[in-house]
């Protein structure tokens, strides 16, 4: 089971064309998954972190406004 959240700031001029992506990746009963692989893949490129020991990986300087295909291992 997973969550994913883009953290989108938007604020200021101009608007903000990359974000923050976190991806929570965690049991079925609610326990983090430590040292998952998370690997996002956009525009041709992949990235890939590991989930901390509160199950979550980080991603930063994602583009918004774009298709991002996902993976957990």
């Known amino acids: 089971m997973f969550n994913r959240r883009l953290l989108i700031n938007s604020g200021g001029t101009p608007p ?3 974000s923050v992506l976190e991806v929570h990746v965690d ?3 609610g326990s983090h998954i430590v040292s998952a692989l998370v ?3 956009y525009n ?3 990235i890939i972190n590991g989930t901390d020991n509160k199950g979550i990986a980080v991603f930063e300087n994602v583009p918004t406004g774009t ?3 996902y993976n957990i291992s």
């Open 16 to 18: 903000k064309t990359h």
């Open 39 to 41: 690997k996002i893949t």
């Open 44 to 46: 041709g490129q992949s």
């Open 67 to 69: 298709e991002i295909i």
């Open 27 to 29: 049991t079925a009963d």
